[in-house]
């Protein structure tokens, strides 16, 4: 029997920056000093900054050009360390989480400290989740360092680890301070890094804007040449996609089933495991969104011709869409695993058109394993 309850409400508002520029950390730039002052102008400002080693060993000059930027800015920007952890899926595990946590505490790092993360979408993650749980939450300025990091996985509220073999087991949701996209550090990305950072652009245009979908397939050669301008265009655009839907969709700690900016990923991260992680992130999310789009035509939601139209997209986009791993039972399994990630209730979005995901609540093995038969 219950005497009484308190019914208690707290508004949240989640409220940061997504700066996009070029040459972060020239000393005449003062994009990184500005975002740093934008709460208290007055202060000077500690930062530890952890970099992805995969960055690290790109651009060789990265740490003296850090150190020379706060050398020039020294009245406002004190470095209170610098150094590297392992990039890529690899490295989000236990062991670097601690790593990190233990060189912030012994570096006195406080909540108005600040973390700077520089590195790809793995490296942004681990680094979140530490910066998250240090003091419940030191100040984390995210600088992404690849095409799926700047235009996806490092502008919203995730940060994680891999865990019990499965993706992202282990994280919290945990804004940051602000995120610094700087579109020059793209410049030493190889091809199928680049290529697979557009995999999320397809997605989310796929599911939420048909004009961006069109114009994905009108720059389609100069996005697959890495001209900078459309690759800017595209990269700003895709994370105004998902921001908006952060901030507009009502469920921004995913406390729901509906996961519709996962299209194309229940299988994604189940290959990613399957191949080791030899396949990208963006790759196995381009076969991904491969499969469920056409197990939307085998289910009549999808018209044949828009399938082959993104299917177009994707490999002139360099992107794969299909891998041997697909044959692998183990595949299927992924769907449990999707689902037990929601908290229970499986949702997938599949399509009905581009520009149109739907939310889907049961599959039909068979007609998942006949659409991954019509894709090799």
Known sequence: MVLDAIQQ???LVLEYPVVFTRDLFDPASTVLVDVLASREPARRHRVAVVIDDGVAAAMPSLQASLETYARHHASRLELAAVWTIPGGEAGKTAAVLDGIVQRLAELAIDRHSFVLAIGGGAALDVIGYAAAVVHRGVRLIRVPTTVLAQNDAGVG???????FQAKNFLGVFSAPFAVI???SLLATLDPRDRAAGMAEAVKVAAIRDPVFFEWL?????????FELTPVERMIRRCAELHLAHIAGAG???ESGNARPLDFGHWSAHKLEVLTDHALRHGEAVAIGMALDARYSVETGLLEPAAFDTLIALLRTLRLPTFHDKLLDPAVLDGLDEFRQHLGGELTITLLAGIGRGVEC?????????RSIEALR
């Open 361 to 369: 609540r049961s599959v039909e093995l068979a007609i998942m394993k």
């Open 9 to 11: 409400r707290v508004p």
């Open 157 to 163: 509220v995730k940060n994680g680890i891999n865990a």
């Open 181 to 183: 996209d700087d579109s």
């Open 217 to 225: 397939v009108e720059h389609a050669e100069a996005l697959a040449a």
């Open 251 to 253: 469920d921004p700690f």
